[in-house]
Protein backbone atom coordinates (compact mmCIF):
# COMPACT_ATOMS: atom_id res chain seq x y z
CA UNK A 1 0.00 0.00 0.00
CA UNK A 2 1.50 3.55 -0.84
CA UNK A 3 1.33 5.87 1.81
CA UNK A 4 -1.58 8.30 1.45
CA UNK A 5 -3.17 11.22 3.35
CA UNK A 6 -6.14 10.49 5.96
CA UNK A 7 -9.04 13.10 6.72
CA UNK A 8 -11.96 12.61 8.49
CA UNK A 9 -14.58 14.76 7.13
CA UNK A 10 -17.83 15.99 9.70
CA UNK A 11 -19.80 17.54 7.05
CA UNK A 12 -20.46 17.29 3.35
CA UNK A 13 -19.00 20.16 2.72
CA UNK A 14 -15.93 19.83 4.20
CA UNK A 15 -15.33 16.33 2.09
CA UNK A 16 -16.40 18.47 -1.34
CA UNK A 17 -13.04 21.07 -0.23
CA UNK A 18 -11.14 18.34 0.41
CA UNK A 19 -11.90 16.67 -2.70
CA UNK A 20 -9.24 16.57 -6.05
CA UNK A 21 -6.91 14.53 -8.26
CA UNK A 22 -6.27 11.47 -6.11
CA UNK A 23 -8.23 11.61 -3.54
CA UNK A 24 -11.27 8.94 -2.49
CA UNK A 25 -13.79 8.82 -0.27
CA UNK A 26 -13.62 5.97 2.09
CA UNK A 27 -16.83 4.06 3.65
CA UNK A 28 -16.23 1.07 5.26
CA UNK A 29 -13.35 0.10 3.28
CA UNK A 30 -14.36 -3.66 2.77
CA UNK A 31 -13.26 -2.80 -1.14
CA UNK A 32 -11.40 0.05 -1.41
CA UNK A 33 -8.74 -1.09 1.29
CA UNK A 34 -8.40 -4.57 0.08
CA UNK A 35 -7.86 -3.07 -2.93
CA UNK A 36 -4.95 -0.33 -1.89
CA UNK A 37 -3.65 -3.63 -0.05
CA UNK A 38 -2.92 -5.03 -3.55
CA UNK A 39 -1.88 -1.92 -4.98
CA UNK A 40 -4.50 -1.79 -7.18
CA UNK A 41 -6.11 1.10 -5.82
CA UNK A 42 -3.54 3.93 -4.87
CA UNK A 43 -5.19 7.19 -3.52
CA UNK A 44 -2.87 9.57 -2.69
CA UNK A 45 -5.41 10.86 0.23
CA UNK A 46 -8.55 9.43 1.55
CA UNK A 47 -11.63 11.44 2.87
CA UNK A 48 -13.43 9.41 5.12
CA UNK A 49 -17.18 10.09 4.81
CA UNK A 50 -18.25 7.43 7.67
CA UNK A 51 -18.99 10.53 9.56
CA UNK A 52 -21.57 12.22 7.16
CA UNK A 53 -25.19 11.14 7.29
CA UNK A 54 -26.52 7.72 8.37
CA UNK A 55 -30.41 8.61 9.04
CA UNK A 56 -33.25 6.07 7.76
CA UNK A 57 -36.13 8.71 6.91
CA UNK A 58 -39.62 7.83 6.37
CA UNK A 59 -41.00 10.77 3.54
CA UNK A 60 -44.13 12.30 3.62
CA UNK A 61 -44.96 10.85 0.18
CA UNK A 62 -44.51 7.66 1.14
CA UNK A 63 -40.67 6.84 0.13
CA UNK A 64 -37.21 6.54 2.30
CA UNK A 65 -33.94 8.97 2.33
CA UNK A 66 -31.45 6.69 3.55
CA UNK A 67 -28.03 8.51 4.15
CA UNK A 68 -24.95 7.51 2.48
CA UNK A 69 -23.28 6.45 5.43
CA UNK A 70 -25.89 4.39 6.60
CA UNK A 71 -24.52 0.82 7.30
CA UNK A 72 -26.09 -2.27 5.08
CA UNK A 73 -27.04 -3.77 8.44
CA UNK A 74 -28.53 -1.03 9.83
CA UNK A 75 -30.88 -1.12 6.24
CA UNK A 76 -31.62 -4.57 6.16
CA UNK A 77 -33.36 -4.68 9.85
CA UNK A 78 -34.84 -1.04 9.99
CA UNK A 79 -38.29 -1.94 10.49
CA UNK A 80 -39.94 0.33 7.56
CA UNK A 81 -37.71 -1.47 5.00
CA UNK A 82 -38.54 -4.59 6.08
CA UNK A 83 -42.12 -4.25 5.39
CA UNK A 84 -42.38 -2.10 2.56
CA UNK A 85 -38.88 -2.76 0.85
CA UNK A 86 -38.30 -6.35 1.92
CA UNK A 87 -36.65 -7.31 -1.27
CA UNK A 88 -34.15 -4.28 -0.26
CA UNK A 89 -33.63 -6.22 2.95
CA UNK A 90 -33.19 -9.67 1.46
CA UNK A 91 -30.48 -8.86 -1.04
CA UNK A 92 -28.46 -7.23 1.73
CA UNK A 93 -28.54 -10.27 4.22
CA UNK A 94 -27.78 -12.27 1.03
CA UNK A 95 -24.63 -10.42 0.40
CA UNK A 96 -21.05 -10.91 2.08
CA UNK A 97 -20.61 -11.58 5.98
CA UNK A 98 -22.37 -10.33 8.96
CA UNK A 99 -18.99 -8.30 9.42
CA UNK A 100 -18.96 -6.84 6.31
CA UNK A 101 -22.60 -5.93 6.54
CA UNK A 102 -22.01 -3.83 9.79
CA UNK A 103 -18.85 -1.91 8.03
CA UNK A 104 -19.84 -1.85 4.89
CA UNK A 105 -21.84 2.04 4.07
CA UNK A 106 -24.77 1.72 1.64
CA UNK A 107 -22.77 4.47 -0.73
CA UNK A 108 -20.12 2.60 -0.77
CA UNK A 109 -21.63 -0.56 -1.33
CA UNK A 110 -22.84 0.91 -4.53
CA UNK A 111 -19.70 2.67 -5.65
CA UNK A 112 -17.30 -0.80 -5.04
CA UNK A 113 -15.57 -2.07 -8.32
CA UNK A 114 -16.95 -3.98 -11.26
CA UNK A 115 -14.49 -6.76 -10.82
CA UNK A 116 -13.71 -10.30 -11.48
CA UNK A 117 -10.58 -12.10 -10.26
CA UNK A 118 -8.57 -11.68 -13.14
CA UNK A 119 -8.86 -7.46 -12.14
CA UNK A 120 -7.09 -8.89 -8.85
CA UNK A 121 -4.60 -10.93 -10.48
CA UNK A 122 -1.76 -7.76 -10.65
CA UNK A 123 1.41 -9.76 -11.24
CA UNK A 124 -0.45 -12.23 -13.41
CA UNK A 125 -2.79 -11.12 -16.45
CA UNK A 126 -3.78 -8.44 -18.00
CA UNK A 127 -7.06 -6.20 -17.32
CA UNK A 128 -8.11 -3.20 -19.23
CA UNK A 129 -10.22 -2.45 -15.93
CA UNK A 130 -6.54 -2.46 -14.42
CA UNK A 131 -4.72 -0.57 -17.37
CA UNK A 132 -6.80 0.73 -20.15
CA UNK A 133 -6.00 -0.84 -23.35
CA UNK A 134 -3.92 -3.76 -21.72
CA UNK A 135 -5.75 -6.26 -22.79
CA UNK A 136 -8.47 -8.81 -20.90
CA UNK A 137 -7.09 -11.94 -19.85
CA UNK A 138 -10.48 -12.97 -18.78
CA UNK A 139 -11.59 -13.40 -22.30
CA UNK A 140 -10.65 -16.93 -23.45
CA UNK A 141 -9.62 -17.90 -19.66
CA UNK A 142 -11.85 -19.23 -16.67
CA UNK A 143 -15.41 -17.49 -17.20
CA UNK A 144 -17.91 -19.11 -15.15
CA UNK A 145 -18.83 -15.90 -13.00
CA UNK A 146 -18.32 -13.50 -16.14
CA UNK A 147 -21.18 -11.97 -17.99
CA UNK A 148 -23.14 -12.73 -20.24
CA UNK A 149 -25.20 -9.47 -20.71
CA UNK A 150 -23.86 -6.51 -22.03
CA UNK A 151 -19.84 -7.29 -22.07
CA UNK A 152 -17.96 -5.79 -24.48
CA UNK A 153 -14.67 -7.36 -26.38
CA UNK A 154 -12.42 -5.59 -23.35
CA UNK A 155 -14.38 -6.29 -20.34
CA UNK A 156 -16.65 -9.26 -19.12
CA UNK A 157 -16.66 -8.65 -15.18
CA UNK A 158 -19.52 -8.55 -13.53
CA UNK A 159 -20.94 -5.91 -10.72
CA UNK A 160 -21.10 -7.91 -7.40
CA UNK A 161 -23.28 -6.34 -5.43
CA UNK A 162 -26.80 -7.95 -4.23
CA UNK A 163 -28.38 -4.96 -2.56
CA UNK A 164 -27.51 -2.71 -6.36
CA UNK A 165 -29.81 -5.43 -7.35
CA UNK A 166 -32.67 -4.65 -5.09
CA UNK A 167 -31.97 -0.63 -5.98
CA UNK A 168 -32.38 -1.06 -9.39
CA UNK A 169 -35.31 -2.79 -9.52
CA UNK A 170 -36.92 -0.44 -7.06
CA UNK A 171 -36.24 2.60 -9.19
CA UNK A 172 -33.84 4.34 -6.79
CA UNK A 173 -32.20 7.71 -6.86
CA UNK A 174 -28.60 8.51 -5.79
CA UNK A 175 -28.55 12.07 -4.20
CA UNK A 176 -24.80 13.47 -5.27
CA UNK A 177 -22.99 16.56 -4.59
CA UNK A 178 -20.11 17.57 -6.02
CA UNK A 179 -17.74 20.51 -7.54
CA UNK A 180 -20.22 21.77 -9.93
CA UNK A 181 -23.32 21.51 -7.18
CA UNK A 182 -26.44 18.54 -6.22
CA UNK A 183 -27.75 16.44 -8.69
CA UNK A 184 -30.22 13.65 -8.59
CA UNK A 185 -28.78 10.02 -10.75
CA UNK A 186 -31.69 7.41 -11.51
CA UNK A 187 -30.31 4.19 -10.16
CA UNK A 188 -29.84 2.73 -13.80
CA UNK A 189 -27.70 5.39 -14.67
CA UNK A 190 -24.87 4.75 -11.56
CA UNK A 191 -23.40 2.12 -13.17
CA UNK A 192 -22.22 1.82 -16.69
CA UNK A 193 -21.66 -0.94 -19.29
CA UNK A 194 -17.84 -1.69 -20.03
CA UNK A 195 -17.63 -0.20 -23.87
CA UNK A 196 -14.11 0.45 -24.63
CA UNK A 197 -13.81 1.88 -21.06
CA UNK A 198 -14.06 -0.51 -18.89
CA UNK A 199 -11.80 1.22 -16.23
CA UNK A 200 -14.82 3.41 -15.19
CA UNK A 201 -17.30 1.36 -13.48
CA UNK A 202 -19.85 4.74 -13.17
CA UNK A 203 -21.07 7.94 -14.30
CA UNK A 204 -20.24 9.80 -11.48
CA UNK A 205 -17.74 12.94 -12.43
CA UNK A 206 -14.66 13.56 -9.89
CA UNK A 207 -15.23 14.34 -6.94
CA UNK A 208 -18.90 13.67 -6.42
CA UNK A 209 -19.94 12.54 -3.70
CA UNK A 210 -23.19 10.26 -3.19
CA UNK A 211 -24.82 11.67 0.06
CA UNK A 212 -28.17 10.04 0.04
CA UNK A 213 -30.62 7.19 -1.23
CA UNK A 214 -34.08 8.06 -2.59
CA UNK A 215 -36.50 5.07 -2.36
CA UNK A 216 -40.01 5.84 -3.96
CA UNK A 217 -43.19 4.58 -2.84
CA UNK A 218 -44.00 1.44 -3.82
CA UNK A 219 -47.85 0.22 -4.43
CA UNK A 220 -49.60 -1.47 -1.64
CA UNK A 221 -50.70 -4.25 -3.55
CA UNK A 222 -47.01 -4.93 -4.83
CA UNK A 223 -44.96 -8.00 -3.51
CA UNK A 224 -41.31 -8.06 -3.72
CA UNK A 225 -38.54 -10.48 -3.00
CA UNK A 226 -35.00 -11.41 -4.25
CA UNK A 227 -33.05 -14.63 -4.49
CA UNK A 228 -29.84 -15.11 -5.04
CA UNK A 229 -28.28 -18.39 -6.61
CA UNK A 230 -24.73 -19.19 -5.43
CA UNK A 231 -22.20 -22.25 -5.43
CA UNK A 232 -22.58 -22.22 -1.61
CA UNK A 233 -25.22 -21.83 0.43
CA UNK A 234 -23.83 -18.66 2.15
CA UNK A 235 -20.92 -16.41 1.51
CA UNK A 236 -20.20 -16.56 -1.87
CA UNK A 237 -20.70 -13.81 -4.85
CA UNK A 238 -24.16 -14.58 -6.96
CA UNK A 239 -23.63 -17.19 -9.82
CA UNK A 240 -27.21 -15.03 -10.90
CA UNK A 241 -29.48 -13.18 -8.94
CA UNK A 242 -33.31 -11.41 -9.17
CA UNK A 243 -34.79 -8.56 -7.93
CA UNK A 244 -38.31 -8.57 -8.51
CA UNK A 245 -41.41 -6.21 -7.42
CA UNK A 246 -44.88 -7.48 -9.26
CA UNK A 247 -48.07 -6.23 -8.54
CA UNK A 248 -51.00 -8.21 -9.90
CA UNK A 249 -54.96 -7.17 -9.87
CA UNK A 250 -57.36 -9.47 -11.33
CA UNK A 251 -55.07 -12.26 -12.66
CA UNK A 252 -53.59 -9.47 -14.69
CA UNK A 253 -49.94 -7.65 -14.37
CA UNK A 254 -51.03 -4.28 -13.46
CA UNK A 255 -46.40 -3.01 -13.06
CA UNK A 256 -43.77 -5.38 -12.37
CA UNK A 257 -40.08 -4.58 -11.74
CA UNK A 258 -37.06 -7.19 -12.45
CA UNK A 259 -33.26 -6.76 -11.89
CA UNK A 260 -30.70 -9.39 -12.47
CA UNK A 261 -27.97 -9.37 -10.58
CA UNK A 262 -24.17 -11.67 -11.55
CA UNK A 263 -24.83 -11.37 -15.41
CA UNK A 264 -23.47 -7.88 -16.30
CA UNK A 265 -21.32 -5.08 -15.96
CA UNK A 266 -23.98 -3.29 -13.84
CA UNK A 267 -27.80 -4.99 -12.21
CA UNK A 268 -29.32 -5.42 -15.21
CA UNK A 269 -32.83 -3.71 -15.51
CA UNK A 270 -34.47 -6.54 -17.47
CA UNK A 271 -36.90 -3.94 -19.48
CA UNK A 272 -37.97 -6.24 -22.40
CA UNK A 273 -39.12 -8.85 -19.55
CA UNK A 274 -41.02 -5.92 -18.44
CA UNK A 275 -42.67 -4.47 -21.39
CA UNK A 276 -44.08 -8.04 -22.37
CA UNK A 277 -45.38 -8.46 -18.75
CA UNK A 278 -47.18 -5.34 -18.31
CA UNK A 279 -50.81 -6.23 -18.48
CA UNK A 280 -50.42 -9.80 -19.56
CA UNK A 281 -51.60 -12.75 -17.45
CA UNK A 282 -49.51 -13.20 -14.65
CA UNK A 283 -49.27 -16.89 -15.28
CA UNK A 284 -46.03 -19.03 -15.69
CA UNK A 285 -46.35 -19.15 -19.18
CA UNK A 286 -46.00 -15.62 -19.45
CA UNK A 287 -43.79 -15.72 -16.80
CA UNK A 288 -41.08 -18.23 -19.40
CA UNK A 289 -41.68 -15.95 -22.08
CA UNK A 290 -40.71 -13.07 -20.86
CA UNK A 291 -37.89 -14.21 -19.65
CA UNK A 292 -36.77 -15.89 -22.65
CA UNK A 293 -37.65 -12.55 -23.89
CA UNK A 294 -34.72 -10.77 -21.77
CA UNK A 295 -32.13 -13.73 -22.38
CA UNK A 296 -32.52 -13.75 -26.32
CA UNK A 297 -29.45 -11.13 -26.48
CA UNK A 298 -27.26 -13.06 -23.97
CA UNK A 299 -24.04 -14.08 -25.51
CA UNK A 300 -22.35 -16.75 -23.37
CA UNK A 301 -18.89 -17.20 -22.97
CA UNK A 302 -16.50 -20.65 -22.40
CA UNK A 303 -17.50 -21.74 -19.26
CA UNK A 304 -20.86 -19.15 -17.94
CA UNK A 305 -23.47 -20.34 -20.37
CA UNK A 306 -25.66 -22.42 -17.51
CA UNK A 307 -25.95 -18.73 -16.65
CA UNK A 308 -28.50 -18.56 -19.59
CA UNK A 309 -30.99 -20.77 -18.30
CA UNK A 310 -30.11 -20.47 -14.79
CA UNK A 311 -31.43 -16.91 -14.48
CA UNK A 312 -34.44 -17.90 -16.84
CA UNK A 313 -35.40 -20.27 -14.52
CA UNK A 314 -34.70 -17.87 -11.50
CA UNK A 315 -36.88 -15.20 -12.59
CA UNK A 316 -39.73 -18.13 -13.68
CA UNK A 317 -39.55 -19.01 -9.65
CA UNK A 318 -39.74 -15.71 -8.31
CA UNK A 319 -42.50 -14.36 -10.14
CA UNK A 320 -44.62 -17.84 -9.36
CA UNK A 321 -43.40 -17.34 -5.72
CA UNK A 322 -44.79 -13.71 -5.78
CA UNK A 323 -48.41 -14.54 -7.08
CA UNK A 324 -48.76 -17.63 -4.67
CA UNK A 325 -51.81 -17.37 -3.02
CA UNK A 326 -53.22 -14.29 -4.88
CA UNK A 327 -56.99 -14.59 -5.24
CA UNK B 1 -7.00 10.60 19.62
CA UNK B 2 -6.92 7.69 21.08
CA UNK B 3 -8.73 3.94 20.74
CA UNK B 4 -10.11 2.19 23.93
CA UNK B 5 -8.91 -1.59 23.28
CA UNK B 6 -10.64 -3.84 25.96
CA UNK B 7 -11.22 -0.83 28.25
CA UNK B 8 -7.55 1.18 28.25
CA UNK B 9 -7.10 3.74 26.50
CA UNK B 10 -4.09 3.05 23.51
CA UNK B 11 -2.95 5.70 21.09
CA UNK B 12 -4.12 5.54 17.21
CA UNK B 13 -0.98 4.89 14.83
CA UNK B 14 1.02 7.54 13.25
CA UNK B 15 0.50 6.10 9.92
CA UNK B 16 -2.74 6.00 8.32
CA UNK B 17 -2.03 2.70 6.49
CA UNK B 18 -1.91 0.39 9.62
CA UNK B 19 -4.58 -2.30 10.11
CA UNK B 20 -6.81 -2.32 13.32
CA UNK B 21 -5.55 -5.92 13.13
CA UNK B 22 -1.81 -4.96 12.81
CA UNK B 23 -2.50 -2.25 15.30
CA UNK B 24 -4.24 -4.74 17.64
CA UNK B 25 -1.45 -7.85 17.18
CA UNK B 26 2.06 -5.47 16.48
CA UNK B 27 1.22 -2.45 18.62
CA UNK B 28 -0.89 -3.32 21.41
CA UNK B 29 0.52 -7.02 21.70
CA UNK B 30 -2.84 -8.42 21.62
CA UNK B 31 -2.09 -11.48 19.42
CA UNK B 32 -5.54 -12.84 20.34
CA UNK B 33 -6.99 -11.78 17.06
CA UNK B 34 -5.08 -13.46 13.89
CA UNK B 35 -4.54 -12.96 10.57
CA UNK B 36 -5.79 -15.63 8.33
CA UNK B 37 -6.28 -14.07 5.10
CA UNK B 38 -5.64 -10.62 5.42
CA UNK B 39 -8.76 -9.56 2.84
CA UNK B 40 -11.85 -9.95 4.08
CA UNK B 41 -12.40 -13.73 3.79
CA UNK B 42 -11.80 -15.95 6.47
CA UNK B 43 -13.10 -13.86 9.67
CA UNK B 44 -10.36 -14.59 11.93
CA UNK B 45 -9.58 -11.50 12.81
CA UNK B 46 -13.35 -10.62 14.13
CA UNK B 47 -13.31 -7.85 16.97
CA UNK B 48 -16.34 -6.00 18.08
CA UNK B 49 -16.72 -2.26 17.62
CA UNK B 50 -18.71 -0.43 19.50
CA UNK B 51 -20.39 -3.74 20.28
CA UNK B 52 -20.72 -4.62 16.37
CA UNK B 53 -18.56 -7.40 14.95
CA UNK B 54 -16.27 -6.43 12.35
CA UNK B 55 -12.91 -7.44 10.47
CA UNK B 56 -9.72 -5.64 11.54
CA UNK B 57 -8.13 -6.94 8.83
CA UNK B 58 -9.80 -4.42 6.56
CA UNK B 59 -10.27 -1.92 8.82
CA UNK B 60 -7.77 1.17 9.04
CA UNK B 61 -7.03 2.00 12.78
CA UNK B 62 -7.67 5.26 12.42
CA UNK B 63 -10.59 4.75 11.26
CA UNK B 64 -11.48 3.73 14.96
CA UNK B 65 -10.21 6.66 17.07
CA UNK B 66 -12.55 7.29 19.17
CA UNK B 67 -14.22 4.32 19.36
CA UNK B 68 -14.04 1.58 21.63
CA UNK B 69 -12.65 -2.04 20.64
CA UNK B 70 -13.12 -5.59 22.56
CA UNK B 71 -10.54 -8.59 21.45
CA UNK B 72 -10.82 -11.93 22.92
CA UNK B 73 -8.29 -10.97 25.70
CA UNK B 74 -11.29 -8.66 26.74
CA UNK B 75 -13.92 -11.37 26.94
CA UNK B 76 -11.80 -13.98 28.85
CA UNK B 77 -8.89 -14.88 30.46
CA UNK B 78 -7.31 -17.95 30.90
CA UNK B 79 -7.94 -18.42 34.58
CA UNK B 80 -11.40 -16.83 33.58
CA UNK B 81 -13.06 -17.86 31.07
CA UNK B 82 -16.08 -16.22 29.14
CA UNK B 83 -18.91 -18.89 28.93
CA UNK B 84 -18.80 -19.08 24.92
CA UNK B 85 -14.96 -20.47 25.25
CA UNK B 86 -15.58 -22.71 28.44
CA UNK B 87 -18.29 -24.27 25.75
CA UNK B 88 -16.33 -24.56 23.10
CA UNK B 89 -13.92 -26.36 25.23
CA UNK B 90 -16.61 -28.98 26.20
CA UNK B 91 -18.41 -29.00 22.67
CA UNK B 92 -14.85 -29.30 20.58
CA UNK B 93 -15.30 -26.24 19.29
CA UNK B 94 -11.50 -26.11 17.42
CA UNK B 95 -8.82 -28.52 16.77
CA UNK B 96 -5.98 -26.05 15.71
CA UNK B 97 -7.28 -22.64 17.34
CA UNK B 98 -6.33 -20.88 14.77
CA UNK B 99 -10.17 -19.48 13.83
CA UNK B 100 -10.99 -19.42 17.27
CA UNK B 101 -10.89 -15.98 18.78
CA UNK B 102 -12.37 -14.76 15.81
CA UNK B 103 -15.22 -17.33 15.88
CA UNK B 104 -16.15 -16.02 19.41
CA UNK B 105 -16.15 -12.42 19.10
CA UNK B 106 -17.69 -13.28 16.26
CA UNK B 107 -20.56 -15.46 17.46
CA UNK B 108 -20.82 -12.67 20.59
CA UNK B 109 -21.48 -10.17 18.08
CA UNK B 110 -24.35 -12.30 16.59
CA UNK B 111 -26.04 -13.12 19.54
CA UNK B 112 -26.60 -9.31 20.12
CA UNK B 113 -27.77 -9.27 16.82
CA UNK B 114 -30.37 -11.39 16.76
CA UNK B 115 -31.15 -9.96 19.94
CA UNK B 116 -32.26 -7.03 18.12
CA UNK B 117 -34.08 -9.09 15.48
CA UNK B 118 -31.61 -8.40 12.80
CA UNK B 119 -32.64 -10.90 10.17
CA UNK B 120 -30.81 -13.31 8.14
CA UNK B 121 -30.72 -14.88 4.61
CA UNK B 122 -32.57 -18.19 5.80
CA UNK B 123 -35.21 -15.74 8.25
CA UNK B 124 -38.34 -16.71 6.58
CA UNK B 125 -40.30 -13.74 8.04
CA UNK B 126 -38.94 -10.12 7.81
CA UNK B 127 -42.20 -8.71 9.46
CA UNK B 128 -41.77 -10.54 12.79
CA UNK B 129 -39.96 -9.09 16.22
CA UNK B 130 -37.92 -11.93 17.56
CA UNK B 131 -36.21 -14.29 15.78
CA UNK B 132 -35.28 -17.81 17.12
CA UNK B 133 -31.43 -19.11 17.59
CA UNK B 134 -32.09 -22.35 15.87
CA UNK B 135 -29.44 -24.02 13.92
CA UNK B 136 -30.25 -23.46 10.72
CA UNK B 137 -29.99 -19.28 11.77
CA UNK B 138 -26.72 -19.86 13.73
CA UNK B 139 -25.08 -21.55 10.61
CA UNK B 140 -25.92 -18.70 8.23
CA UNK B 141 -24.95 -16.14 10.64
CA UNK B 142 -21.94 -17.49 11.06
CA UNK B 143 -20.71 -17.97 7.82
CA UNK B 144 -17.91 -15.31 7.50
CA UNK B 145 -16.24 -17.70 10.18
CA UNK B 146 -14.68 -20.39 8.28
CA UNK B 147 -13.14 -23.53 10.18
CA UNK B 148 -10.24 -25.54 8.22
CA UNK B 149 -10.01 -28.18 10.79
CA UNK B 150 -14.07 -28.73 9.85
CA UNK B 151 -15.11 -27.86 13.72
CA UNK B 152 -18.45 -25.88 12.61
CA UNK B 153 -20.69 -28.83 14.11
CA UNK B 154 -18.57 -28.21 17.81
CA UNK B 155 -19.13 -24.63 17.22
CA UNK B 156 -22.86 -24.38 16.26
CA UNK B 157 -23.28 -26.41 19.42
CA UNK B 158 -21.23 -24.37 21.69
CA UNK B 159 -23.12 -20.83 20.59
CA UNK B 160 -26.16 -22.70 20.87
CA UNK B 161 -26.09 -23.88 24.17
CA UNK B 162 -24.58 -20.31 25.66
CA UNK B 163 -26.68 -17.84 23.77
CA UNK B 164 -30.27 -19.72 23.03
CA UNK B 165 -31.65 -18.69 26.25
CA UNK B 166 -31.24 -14.98 24.24
CA UNK B 167 -33.94 -15.40 22.61
CA UNK B 168 -36.47 -17.79 24.48
Not at chain 1, 77 to 104: C, D, F, K
Not at chain 1, 166 to 193: C, Q, S, T, Y
Amino acid sequence: MIPFTYYRAATADEALRQAGTGVRYLGGGTNLVDLMREDIERPSTLIDVTGLDTGIVEQSDGGMLIGAAARNTAVAEHRAIREQYPLLSRAIVAGASAQIRNMATVAGNILQRTRCLYFYDQNGTQCNKRIPGSGCDAIGGFTRNHAILGASDHCIATHPSDMCVALAALDAAVHVRGPNGERKIAFADIHRLPGERPDLDTNLQQGELITAIELPAVSPTARSTYRKVRDRASYAFALVSVAAVLDVEHGHVRDVRLALGGVAHKPWRAARAEALLRGSPATVDAFIKAASEELSHARPLGDNGFKIALVQRTIVAVLTQLTEDLA
Amino acid sequence: MSILVNGALAEGPEDPRVSLLDFLREHQGLTGSKKGCNQGACGACTVLANGERILSCLALAVQYEGQEIITIEGLGTADNLHPLQQAFVEHDGFQCGYCTPGQICSAVGMAAELQRGVPSHVTQALDTSSIGMTRDEVRERMSGNLCRCGAHNGIVDAILETFAEVTE
